[in-house]
Structure formats: C-alpha cells, structure tokens
Nanobody, 121 residues
Framework: QVQLVESGGGLVQVGGSLRLSCAASETFFSIVTMAWYRRAPGKQRELVAGITSGGSTNYADSVKGRFTISRVNAKNTVYLQMNTLKPEDTALYYC???????????????WGQGTQVTVSS
C-alpha cells in the first residue's frame, strides 16, 4: 500500500522557520516527482514547490527565496524548508508524489494526509 507520511508542521511566529518532511512508503518502484501543495482556509489547493528525481525544482512565486524543496531519492523522502514565514503561509500542507509501484505499472499520483502550518502575527 502506497503511503505518504508528512511531519514537521506546527505553530510558529511571523519570521520563523519550519521544516516539513514527507516519507513515501517502500512500495514505490520509482518516484518521478515529489511536491508540496497547500490549501489555506477558503482557498483552493495550490502548488508550493516541486522537485524531480533529477533535482530540478519549481516554486510558487509567493515562496521563492523563502522556501527550499529537497529530496533524498534513496529514502523516498522530500523536505520543505520554510523560512521567513508569513501569516499568509498558514495552510494545510500536503505531500504529493507521482510514481510507479512496479516497472510496468502506469504512473500514479498519491497524496499525504496533510500537516497544518500556522503562522501567528
């Protein structure tokens, strides 16, 4: 069974930092991309940052220069270092992975349960 387990969320003051982690289960044969999305209250889910297996990254304009995504392929783990946090970063953050469970399976998209990040002013 494919699972993505997030950790690292919490309550932090404006200007503070948090590091989110997401570990994918070993049932993956290969993971093409991993990403972080977020959903703020009353808003649609949006892409925060993504990273390919080769290390290419992309970021939402709102987090460029403040957030850094990284991954350890051997551990099927992705991280999101969040610095200089703002109240508008408050959201439920979801881990996302696109990958295969076997060499011949189709590419599947998987989601974690989410971890809450709250930035207080």
């Amino acid at each position: 069974q494919v699972q993505l387990v997030e950790s690292g969320g919490g309550l932090v003051q404006v200007g503070g930092s948090l590091r989110l982690s997401c570990a994918a289960s070993e049932t993956f044969f290969s993971i093409v991309t991993m990403a972080w999305y977020r959903r703020a209250p009353g808003k649609q889910r949006e892409l925060v940052a993504g990273i390919t297996s080769g290390g290419s990254t992309n970021y939402a304009d709102s987090v460029k220069g403040r957030f850094t995504i990284s991954r350890v392929n051997a551990k099927n783990t992705v991280y999101l270092q969040m610095n200089t946090l703002k109240p508008e970063d408050t959201a439920l953050y979801y881990c996302n992975a696109a990958g295969k469970t076997t060499p011949t399976s189709s590419l599947g998209v998987y989601w974690g349960q989410g971890t809450q990040v709250t930035v207080s002013s």
